[in-house]
């Protein structure tokens, strides 16, 4: 069952772009992370801050976990990075 987001939010998470090593890379949501987003009170800007200039990255494997401080929080995004885009998979307040 697809979650059930406010129109707003809808409209605003089709598509994005993010600057990573000095290329646009398109950003893709999964249905998942959208979710969490809405659930978690998570902006797109908060996404691409984190994954733009994240404090520390850990690999795990084909996935990757990017941290990012953001006022008194830790933000985690785990994607993983194609040639010419990024899926995000998660986000989590740690």
Do not use: C
């Amino acid at each position: 069952m697809k979650p059930d987001f406010p129109p707003t939010l809808k409209t605003f998470i089709k598509s994005h772009y993010s600057i990573l090593m000095k290329k646009m890379v398109k950003v893709i949501l999964t249905s998942h992370t959208k979710q969490r987003m809405f659930e978690r009170a998570i902006t797109i800007n908060q996404i691409h801050e984190t994954i733009e200039l994240p404090d520390y990255i850990i690999n795990k494997g084909e996935k990757k976990e990017a941290y990012k401080k953001i006022n008194s929080r830790t933000l985690k995004v785990v994607y993983t990075q194609e040639r010419k885009f990024i899926k995000i998979i998660t986000v989590i307040w740690k």
